[in-house]
């Protein structure tokens, strides 16, 4: 049976990437004529129809310095070679894992930095007391969304420019900001309302929230569900295909191999379900979680309200209570249910790892591949393993997340800073887990030949069936009885069948050990597995709140 027509209809196309380009920069090419014609780095898209933007002293020092620096140093530091990558992810697994990079990258980073930012701003615009900052017009308000909107790597690499003079990247989005918005009279009059009251964290944490639910809702969540749904259709297929089962590694009472499967499909959809149900908390109090220079500001706006107002107005939930940083609770209990679903996934892939040695499933092989550099017979499980490394990798990296992150030194310290930005590290090693196991069951073929065999060959595990009704039917140490017959010995359908016959009790119970094989010893398994998709309502497609 060919299992790969369940995962083979899933759409494999490679995602276009914000980034997929700067993998054509070669460094033999980066002479000064050649620079020049990345415009991106001299020039910028005009939204609204406004004018480029020249950098007005008025500013800061920092920014005019920004302007002379060469814009060949900035293509050197970008520039990504997937020979030269310190991390696989962004070498030799970029195109599995690339459609995480909006989100999770340092170009994510900067652009929800920019989204917090100018949703401050126009937040501050509709606080009546704040009459510094009048509501804006339609015009201005759109002319702020188009920078969001059409924010790209011009914007990214801007913002990356300047912070090579400031030495702080939120800083450096701040001065961004006010340099693009000179050109436009009204928003002009309010630069300095960009990143007002805030503390870095205020900024930081709810990017960071931003990137984890888009990143999760847009990219971990669907390709888990391609995972479940996967094992969900192996399970229906196979309900009916008996398998001896191995406890201890010896052969124990049959099941099915719909059902087997059925167990990770509802083991992962479980965990999947609690996942998405995490809610994921953002803060905006300031410096210490107390909104002390927003009150000396303007002491009669109720500021509390106001934060949670703009928090939940981001699709995050608010926090009340925090120090200068939002204290990565929710972090935590996230990515350990991620790790639980990523061992859940390595029980499954040492499991078909362990079927497929034992010959109960074949791998469709591919014209040109090669098993082994010495051994040319070999079709190796590599999918599988690849999927139980990468969630170990997966798993180091989110274990010291989720114990780290929920830690920090009195109302603050900055180890969380350079941790955080390992979190697509983690999941981007679970989504090239996720993957890989998907690679591998579509070259799954159940092997029933190999199956049947081991069935035919263990007669023995009839003996549990027997004992027990032996009990119902009152015969005397009926365990000690089967023991004697099958522990060590050699046990065959006809040594079986004569201990049945010589049984005393009723001919209708006789009749029915008589019948069973097996084959046909294996309970409720294929109705567990038929029944899988009216108890699986958690695959429902549910995002992270």
């Given at each position: 049976m060919?299992?790969?027509v369940a995962v083979?209809?899933?759409?494999?196309?490679?995602?276009?990437?914000?980034f997929?380009?700067l993998?054509?920069?070669?460094?033999?090419?980066?002479?000064?004529?050649?620079?020049?014609?990345y415009?991106f780095?001299h020039?910028?898209?005009?939204?609204?129809?406004?004018?480029s933007v020249?950098?007005?002293n008025?500013i800061?020092?920092?920014?005019s310095?920004?302007?002379?620096?060469d814009?060949?140093?900035?293509?050197?530091?970008?520039e990504?070679?997937?020979l030269?990558?310190?991390?696989?992810l962004d070498?030799r697994?970029?195109f599995k894992?690339?459609?995480?990079?909006?989100?999770?990258?340092e170009?994510g980073?900067?652009?929800?930095?920019v989204?917090?930012?100018?949703?401050?701003?126009?937040?501050?615009?509709?606080?009546?007391?704040?009459?510094?900052?009048?509501k804006?017009?339609?015009?201005?308000?759109?002319y702020?969304?188009?920078l969001?909107?059409?924010f790209?790597?011009?914007?990214a690499?801007e913002?990356?420019?300047?912070?090579?003079?400031?030495?702080?990247?939120?800083k450096?989005?701040?001065y961004?900001?006010?340099?693009i918005?000179?050109?436009?009279p009204?928003?002009?009059?309010?630069l300095?309302?960009?990143?007002f009251?805030?503390?870095s964290?205020?900024?930081?944490?709810?990017?960071?929230?931003?990137m984890?639910?888009?990143?999760?809702n847009?990219?971990?969540l669907p390709?888990?569900?391609k995972?479940?749904?996967?094992?969900?259709d192996?399970?229906?297929?196979?309900?009916?295909?008996?398998?001896?089962?191995r406890?201890?590694?010896?052969?124990?009472s049959p099941?099915?191999?719909?059902?087997e499967?059925?167990?990770f499909?509802?083991?992962?959809?479980r965990?999947?379900?609690?996942?998405?149900?995490?809610e994921i908390?953002?803060?905006f109090?300031?410096a210490?979680?107390?909104y002390?220079?927003?009150?000396?500001?303007?002491?009669?706006?109720?500021?509390?309200?106001?934060?949670?107002?703009?928090?939940?107005?981001l699709?995050i939930?608010f926090?009340?209570?925090?120090?200068?940083?939002?204290s990565?609770?929710?972090?935590?209990?996230?990515?350990n249910?991620?790790m639980?679903?990523?061992?859940?996934l390595?029980?499954f892939?040492?499991?078909i790892?362990?079927?497929i040695s034992?010959?109960?499933f074949?791998q469709?092989?591919?014209?040109?591949e090669?098993?082994?550099?010495?051994m040319?017979?070999?079709?190796?499980?590599?999918?599988f393993?690849?999927?139980?490394?990468n969630?170990?990798i997966?798993?180091?990296?989110?274990?010291?997340?989720?114990t780290?992150l929920?830690?920090?030194?009195?109302?603050?310290?900055?180890?969380?800073?350079?941790?955080?930005?390992?979190?697509?590290?983690?999941l981007?090693?679970?989504?090239l887990?996720?993957?890989?196991?998907?690679?591998?069951?579509?070259?799954?073929?159940?092997?029933?030949a190999s199956?049947?065999?081991?069935?035919?060959q263990?007669?023995e595990?009839?003996a549990e069936?027997?004992?027990?009704?032996?009990?119902?039917c009152?015969?005397?140490?009926p365990?000690?009885?089967?023991k004697?017959?099958?522990?060590g010995?050699a046990?065959?359908?006809?040594?079986?069948?004569?201990?049945?016959e010589?049984?005393?009790i009723?001919?209708?119970?006789?009749?029915?050990l008589?019948?069973?094989?097996p084959h046909?010893y294996?309970?409720?398994?294929?109705?567990?597995?038929k029944?899988?998709?009216l108890?699986r309502?958690?695959?429902?497609?549910?995002s992270?709140?």
């Amino acid at each position: 049976m060919d299992l790969g027509v369940a995962v083979r209809s899933f759409n494999t196309k490679t995602t276009t990437s914000y980034f997929s380009h700067l993998h054509h920069i070669k460094p033999d090419n980066l002479n000064s004529n050649r620079v020049a014609s990345y415009a991106f780095l001299h020039s910028r898209r005009n939204p609204m129809g406004r004018a480029s933007v020249k950098v007005n002293n008025s500013i800061t020092d920092s920014v005019s310095k920004v302007n002379s620096m060469d814009a060949h140093d900035y293509v050197l530091d970008l520039e990504l070679s997937s020979l030269a990558a310190l991390c696989p992810l962004d070498g030799r697994y970029w195109f599995k894992v690339k459609d995480l990079a909006p989100f999770m990258s340092e170009f994510g980073l900067i652009k929800y930095r920019v989204v917090v930012e100018i949703k401050w701003l126009l937040k501050l615009s509709q606080i009546d007391e704040v009459s510094e900052v009048p509501k804006f017009s339609k015009e201005a308000e759109s002319y702020l969304q188009n920078l969001i909107d059409q924010f790209n790597l011009d914007d990214a690499l801007e913002v990356k420019k300047i912070e090579k003079v400031t030495n702080h990247d939120v800083k450096a989005v701040e001065y961004f900001l006010k340099q693009i918005c000179q050109s436009h009279p009204e928003i002009n009059k309010v630069l300095e309302f960009f990143h007002f009251a805030c503390t870095s964290e205020d900024i930081n944490n709810l990017a960071h929230a931003l990137m984890l639910k888009d990143s999760l809702n847009k990219v971990i969540l669907p390709s888990m569900d391609k995972l479940i749904r996967a094992l969900c259709d192996i399970a229906t297929a196979t309900a009916s295909i008996s398998m001896l089962s191995r406890t201890h590694g010896q052969p124990a009472s049959p099941t099915t191999l719909g059902k087997e499967m059925a167990v990770f499909a509802y083991r992962l959809s479980r965990e999947r379900e609690i996942l998405s149900q995490i809610e994921i908390l953002g803060k905006f109090a300031g410096a210490v979680g107390n909104y002390n220079a927003h009150l000396v500001a303007y002491p009669e706006v109720n500021w509390p309200q106001v934060a949670e107002e703009f928090v939940t107005s981001l699709g995050i939930s608010f926090n009340p209570y925090v120090t200068q940083i939002e204290s990565h609770d929710y972090m935590a209990r996230l990515f350990n249910s991620i790790m639980l679903f990523n061992n859940i996934l390595v029980d499954f892939d040492r499991d078909i790892w362990g079927y497929i040695s034992l010959g109960y499933f074949k791998q469709i092989t591919k014209a040109g591949e090669i098993g082994s550099s010495t051994m040319p017979h070999k079709v190796n499980p590599i999918d599988f393993e690849n999927s139980e490394g990468n969630c170990g990798i997966a798993n180091g990296g989110l274990s010291h997340l989720s114990t780290k992150l929920p830690i920090s030194r009195m109302q603050r310290d900055l180890t969380d800073s350079t941790v955080l930005r390992n979190m697509g590290v983690g999941l981007g090693h679970s989504l090239l887990a996720y993957k890989s196991a998907l690679q591998g069951i579509a070259k799954l073929q159940v092997n029933e030949a190999s199956l049947n065999t081991d069935l035919n060959q263990t007669w023995e595990v009839l003996a549990e069936p027997i004992q027990t009704v032996m009990r119902r039917c009152g015969v005397p140490e009926p365990y000690e009885k089967l023991k004697e017959l099958t522990r060590g010995r050699a046990v065959t359908r006809e040594s079986i069948r004569e201990f049945i016959e010589r049984l005393d009790i009723p001919t209708d119970a006789k009749k029915g050990l008589l019948d069973l094989t097996p084959h046909t010893y294996t309970g409720e398994a294929e109705e567990l597995a038929k029944k899988l998709n009216l108890v699986r309502s958690s695959v429902n497609g549910a995002s992270l709140s």
